[in-house]
């Protein structure tokens, strides 16, 4: 098969290395991808929003499956286009991946089929929101309703903070279109997991779960990043728990979708809050995670191509995956200076002397003149797999040692979470 992943970051690098791995794969190819992707995939500089061009790109070249990573493209239609043109294409419609293009519209969603969740009110102008905030209980959370990039969530512990958040997303438009509409949650508190499911529309198949840190420093502190690194699976979400999550998440989403005739075919990302009462969803995503993914796929032993065909034509097979014994872990290092500002082009050093059992997911870099350079803020996923989370850790840490480049940053705790609740 010929198979075409689009994105060009951490995810979209272990996709498709995931991918070359298959008996199924003939050919891959990576839209716009990176300078890690270029060696397994040939790469076309199309840009993910450019719908167009990416489905006259997988038509010319004869592509028999199209995975597409980024939440952006799915919203913008890319699977029902390359749908309309008979080509098979992993990942929501439109329609359907609104459950992470909209958050009221998810969060309605999870009323309508009584999915355990915070408390919340939405709201379509600032006078009523306003009222509602002087009277509201401190701290809570309030929400753009649409895509901002992970920084539309805002944890207020004061009305002051909750009133000059209000102000930013819908009166001033920090956020654009995402603030049209606003939500304001109860606040959870509790330890996060990532649950992800492949599925079909109907059956279910859930990946290992993980733990995202998404603060940019050491001991989650400072502003969130996209993701310093991940581990999976994560020991707080437990057997039982997983099995809970299953039936109370999974189940009442992906059917109640179904019949309401949206069905979800693709992943489905549930950020899970686990809290003294039992999990409850913080958010859908409708993509896989990045760093998550990379930390997930090393220790999937299914054939993840076949797993897609069977989701993408509505006839997955099997509603559980073999998987790897162990832990793994992804260490992200990121561009001095990120979330914020900081500068590209950097030369990175290091990448040919890492052991074979290391897999360093590139996401943000560029061949520039023969040599490896940096182009985001996050750089690479370095990831290590092992028979005990503690040796994944070490493993990982030994590899991004042997990685240099001006202006490095990566946290050294990834993983704490897990070590302090073995200890
Ligand atoms: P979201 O994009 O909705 O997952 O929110 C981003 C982050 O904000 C989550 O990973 C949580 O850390 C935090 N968050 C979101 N909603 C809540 C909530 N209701 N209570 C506590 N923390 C939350
Ligand atoms: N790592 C968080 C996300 O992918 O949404």
Redesign the pocket.
């Known amino acids: 098969m010929n198979v075409l992943v689009v994105g060009g970051g951490g995810r979209e690098h272990a996709l498709a290395w995931k991918i070359s791995r298959s008996p199924y794969t003939e050919k891959i190819f990576c839209a716009p991808g990176n300078a890690g992707i270029a060696d397994l995939a040939e790469c076309a500089d199309i840009p993910v929003t450019d719908i167009k061009a990416l489905v006259q790109f997988a038509e010319r070249n004869s592509i028999d499956l199209t995975v597409v990573g980024p939440e952006l493209p799915l919203s913008l239609g890319l699977v029902d286009a390359l749908t309309k043109r008979g080509l098979t294409a992993f990942g929501p419609t439109k329609k359907a991946a609104q459950v992470e293009g909209s ?1 009221a519209y998810a969060k309605s969603l999870m009323v309508r089929f009584g999915i355990p969740t ?1 408390a919340y009110k939405e709201f379509t102008k600032p006078d009523p929101a306003s009222d509602y905030l002087m009277k509201a209980v401190y701290p809570c ?1 309030i ?1 753009a309703d649409g895509l901002a990039e ?1 920084k539309g ?1 805002l ?1 207020c512990d004061s009305r002051e903070q909750a009133l000059d958040g209000l102000d930013r997303i819908m009166r001033r438009k920090d956020f654009g279109d995402a603030g049209k509409k606003l939500i304001v ?5 509790g330890e ?1 997991a990532s649950v992800l499911a492949l599925t079909d529309g109907e059956k279910i198949v859930l990946l290992p779960s993980a733990q995202d840190h ?1 603060a940019v420093f050491e001991g989650d502190l400072g502003p ?1 990043t996209g993701g310093m690194g991940a581990y999976a699976p994560a020991p707080v979400m437990t057997p039982q728990m997983l099995k809970t999550v299953r039936e109370t998440v999974f189940v009442p989403m992906i059917q109640g979708m179904r019949s309401m005739g949206i069905p979800y075919r693709g992943v489905l990302y549930a ?1 899970m ?1 686990i809290t003294p009462s039992g999990p409850k969803v ?2 859908f995503n409708c993509r896989f995670g990045d760093p998550e993914t990379q930390a997930i796929l090393p220790l999937v032993k299914t054939d993840l191509v076949d797993l897609m065909i069977e989701c993408a034509e509505g006839r997955l097979k099997n509603e559980s995956v073999e998987l790897e014994a162990g832990s793994s872990v992804c260490v992200v290092m990121a561009s001095g200076g990120y979330p914020g500002s900081y500068e590209k082009g950097k030369v990175i050093q290091g990448l040919g002397s890492i052991p074979a059992d290391v897999r360093v997911f590139h996401a943000g870099t560029r061949m520039k003149d023969g040599k490896v350079v940096t182009a985001g803020g996050r750089v690479l996923g370095v990831t290590a797999a092992a028979e005990s989370i503690g040796r994944a850790i070490e493993k990982a840490y030994q590899a991004v040692g042997r990685i240099t480049f001006d202006g490095a940053y990566y946290r050294r705790d990834i993983g704490h979470r897990a070590l302090k609740r073995k200890r």
Do not use: H, R, S
């Not at 949650?185 to 508190?189: F, I, N, P, R, V």
């Open positions: 958050k915070a959370v929400k992970g969530v944890i949650e109860e606040m959870l508190t996060e998404k969130n950020g809050m913080l958010e």
